[in-house]
């Protein structure tokens, strides 16, 4: 059984029992979600999409909150002395998914 979320703008296909990398949600660790499901297919092989998938949810658990690896970002203007160069480091939650109820 698996299914398709949405969020922090992006579509992600989870199963029970999988850890997961997200945008940023604003809840503290331990915390129970309940995310919208955009496609379930279930055990027996039926895929449920658009307005059949109506009610289905996807429950997870935040495992914990931290930042990803930093990426540089060089800004460079060719005969004009212009560089600049700085970091980002994205904010992210870690999801543990537990079921998927559809």
Do not use: C, W
């Not at 449920?48 to 997870?60: C, D, I, L, S, T």
């Not at 994205?90 to 999801?95: A, I």
Request: glycine share 10%; hydrophobic share 35%.
């Amino acid at each position: 059984m698996y299914a398709v979320i949405r969020t922090g703008g992006k579509q992600y296909v989870v199963e029970p029992g999988q850890v997961l990398k997200v945008e940023k949600i604003n809840l503290p660790e331990g915390s129970e979600v309940e995310l919208e499901a955009l496609m379930v297919r279930g055990d027996n092989g039926e895929v449920k999409v658009g307005p059949e998938v109506k009610g289905a949810k996807v429950k997870a658990t935040v495992v914990r909150h931290g930042k990803g690896k930093k990426i540089i970002v060089f800004k460079y203007k060719a005969k004009k002395h212009y560089q600049r160069k700085y970091g980002h480091r994205q904010h992210f939650t870690e999801l543990q998914i537990n079921e998927i109820v559809s």
